[in-house]
């Protein structure tokens, strides 16, 4: 058995050398190479050669794959990529809506001949489209490999080849019926249906997320809530669900050998009514192999389980080793099989004592139990998160001895309530309400337990990231380190020790001048956070990248701030704004300052200040007050007439004894020469650059006015080119020195650091 999981994880490390390191032409040349150990492993007998028999033929079998899939399958959709393509395919799903409209997938059948799945953008009026509907349209057919400039590996994970958009000469044929292998897809609407109409808000969003996978009802303010308290995983369908899935089945009473041989086809039907993504997929095989194992009297071998899903897996869609969920799933076992057992142990062993109290060690056995299940999950899985999401979460383990031991009861009950409310509606609603009180209790928890200030750590914080590799080391040394075996708590004492010093490093080489100015990477838009001798204030919080009001929260809050002295917005635009929302759920605001134009676009703004009972003060003329050490100014626009929301920009400035901050929000460069005339500005060293660097700002003459050093770029991936050739030379061309959020990060400004 083990001989077959030797041969897979090294058809597994081709793939992830294939997809993520080699170009293609490389491929067959990889294959080759890797027959050179297989035939130098023929001087060696024993377990030693087989070992590298087996992984040279894994890395050969696994390349040469990679290059027939290419053929077969990637190359022929690329053919059909191009302009005013035309094309025809089935809808595979129910539409998703999308910002402009819909998106649904199609299996393609271009005119060039290709088959492919397809992720098609379409107008809202096509949101009645359904499963084994055709449609025939023309459009711009272009790689799902690349989105926002970026190369991504979502969508070729899933067998997405292609992203088709500006589609045009729409013709739909509308099925007759619908195909039998699109029945789950039917079947999970419908699911959802009943979903959405038994429960609402944030009980909603949890549950259709924890029995669909579709994440779409969930709030921006809750999922941050589940991913800083490092329960994010309970609304990711992965095997976590599989095997509550399968666990519910074995309790029904009956034989069971029969019951798992009737468990598997349910599982595979889960499978497909949560879309077969890999990381369900693999779990549905690994659960398969264990129970039927028993039944045919072979091995239960989870590590030779585990390995074997992943290659079927990458038989069908190589690319799936790309999948991040494919890969936390896989980590997140493999941790629990090589480290829980030895964790349960050495816990287990201090039971001792107690083992004639009965209810006492039964409650701490479990306890124990879901400890160590956490940790084996965690510890292979935190460096992958750290990786991906940039962030750790550090009450993870306590967050998941809460929720852990009552998400199998509301699993179990929510299930059952939907398949009640197809035939009994009365006892889907009775149901229904164990339910909400099991969800409120989740969402508590994780609210709660997310809202410390450290609940979460970011790894982009240079203190954070060295401290996660120390405490990496110190868990490989407590595991091979006879000594550091001998004294648990000596490790455990260095990590939590380490842990506060890089916490208070990064406070203090952060906050270290008198003020301290961060303009965060927050994509297209704005949102900049100031300091000073205790005081801290936000300008701005909008952007496209996530959600800026949680990059603006976590920002704060790894600096041990859960509060917001005033929040000032220079206009309404929404990438200014759109994450206020999310700032204000999470961040104590006392004062939100507001443009007095744009009448239309202030209600919003105003009514979560209400909601969250926050002060609002309208600018109307300059204000000038102190701020820590320095000085802050708030001009009143000088464009309150104009219709544009950009030319009704507040503006500010930030000053610490010679030194100035400025920040224009989005004005032209008229509204510009008019906020000079009136208000006198020279010699200002630091300029936050107008409208993310657009051709109709930060001007000449503004430029001439301020002669700036250092010009601040906030940008992110845009349609618009920002920022502009023009923009860039201008600041050229008065020898600025120039930094850009989507090239350096956060860009942190020291006034009246001592050098």
């Known amino acids: 058995m083990r001989k077959l999981a030797w041969f897979s994880v090294f058809f597994a490390v081709a793939t992830l050398l294939a997809v993520y390191l080699l170009p293609s032409q490389w491929w067959m040349v990889a294959a080759v190479l890797a027959l050179v150990p297989m035939f130098a492993s023929l001087r060696w007998s024993g377990k030693l050669r087989m070992r590298i028999l087996l992984a040279s033929v894994g890395l050969v079998l696994g390349f040469v794959w990679c290059h027939c899939y290419q053929t077969i399958f990637v190359r022929p959709a690329e053919a059909a990529f191009g302009e ?63 989105v926002r400039n970026e190369q991504v590996y979502y969508n070729a994970a899933n067998g997405i080849r292609a992203i088709i958009s500006s589609v045009k000469e729409i013709a739909v ?5 619908t195909p039998l292998y699109l029945l789950p897809a039917v079947w999970a609407a419908a699911i959802q249906e009943k979903i959405q109409s038994l429960f609402s808000g944030d009980v909603l969003g949890l549950l259709e997320a924890l029995l669909t996978g579709d994440q779409d009802l969930l709030s921006d303010s809750l999922y941050t809530a589940l991913r800083r308290a490092g329960v994010a995983h309970i609304v990711s369908v992965s095997g976590l669900h599989v095997m509550l899935f399968a666990q519910i089945l074995l309790k029904i009473p009956g034989s069971q050998r029969m019951k798992r041989l009737l468990v598997l086809p349910v599982l595979v039907l889960f499978a497909l009514l949560t879309g077969c993504k890999p990381a369900i997929v693999r779990a549905v095989l690994m659960e398969a192999l264990l129970l039927l194992a028993p039944v045919f009297g072979r091995e239960n071998d989870a590590p030779t389980s585990l390995s074997f899903a992943l290659l079927i897996l990458l038989l069908q869609n190589p690319y799936a080793v790309a999948g991040v969920g494919l890969q936390l799933s896989f980590l997140s076992v493999l941790g629990i099989e090589l480290v829980q057992p030895r964790i349960h142990r050495a816990l287990e062993s201090r039971l001792e004592p107690i083992q004639h109290k009965k209810k006492l060690f039964r409650l701490c056995y479990g306890v124990i139990d879901l400890f160590s299940t956490s940790c084996g999950a965690l510890l292979l899985s935190t460096p992958l998160c750290a990786c991906y999401f940039c962030s750790i979460s550090l ?145 701005d919080c909008g952007g496209n990248e996530d959600n800026p009001g949680d990059i603006l929260a976590d920002y704060l809050q790894g600096l041990n701030r859960s509060s917001l002295d005033a929040l000032i917005l220079t206009h309404y635009d929404s990438d200014h704004t759109n994450g206020v929302e999310e700032l204000l759920s999470r961040i104590t605001i006392e004062t939100l300052y507001l443009p007095s134009s744009d009448e239309a676009k202030q209600q919003s703004i105003c009514s979560l200040a209400e909601e969250y009972e926050c002060e609002v003060v309208f600018l109307t003329e300059n204000q000038s007050e102190s701020f820590g050490c320095g000085t802050l100014t708030l001009f009143a626009p000088v464009g309150q007439e104009d219709t544009d929301s950009n030319n009704g920009s507040l503006s500010l400035l930030l000053s610490y004894d010679t030194l100035d901050f400025l920040v224009t929000g989005d004005m032209d460069i008229a509204t510009e020469t008019a906020l000079l005339e009136r208000e006198q500005l020279s010699d200002v060293e630091y300029l936050m650059v107008g409208h993310h660097g657009s051709k109709y700002a930060t001007g000449e003459a503004l430029l001439a006015a301020l002669t700036p050093e250092v010009a601040i770029i906030s940008v992110g991936y845009n349609t618009y080119g920002h920022p502009t050739e023009e923009a860039l030379s201008r600041l050229a061309a008065w020898n600025c020195t120039v930094y850009r959020t989507d090239e350096d990060g956060t860009v942190l400004v020291r006034l009246g650091e001592s050098e």
């Open 84 to 146: 005013g393509v035309a094309f025809s395919g089935i809808v595979q799903d129910m539409p998703s809506e999308t910002e402009y409209g819909i998106s649904v997938t199609l299996s393609v059948d271009s005119a060039e001949g290709a088959n492919f799945l397809a992720k098609v953008y379409l107008d809202a009026e096509y949101q009645s489209l359904s499963p084994g509907d055709r449609v025939t349209a023309t459009g711009t057919i272009k790689t799902a490999d690349v």
């Open 173 to 177: 044929t509308y099925k007759s019926s």
């Open 395 to 539: 009450v993870g383990v306590l967050a998941n001895l809460l929720v852990l031991p009552v998400l199998g009861m509301l699993f179990g009950l929510s299930l059952l309530c939907v398949l009640c409310s197809f035939f009994w509606w009365p006892a889907a609603k009775i149901l229904a309400i164990p339910c909400k009180y099991i969800s409120l209790y989740i969402v508590g928890v994780s609210r709660t337990m997310s809202s410390f200030n450290f609940a979460a750590l970011s790894t982009d914080v240079t203190a954070y990231a060295i401290w996660l590799v120390l405490l990496y080391i110190l868990i490989l040394l407590a595991v091979c380190w006879g000594p550091m075996r001998k004294y648990p708590a000596l490790p455990c004492s260095v990590g939590v020790i380490s842990l506060i010093c890089a916490i208070a490093v990064h406070i203090q080489t952060t906050l270290n001048a008198p003020i301290t100015i961060a303009a965060l990477d927050v994509g297209q838009g704005q949102c900049i956070a100031a300091f000073s001798e205790g005081e801290a204030i936000a300008i």
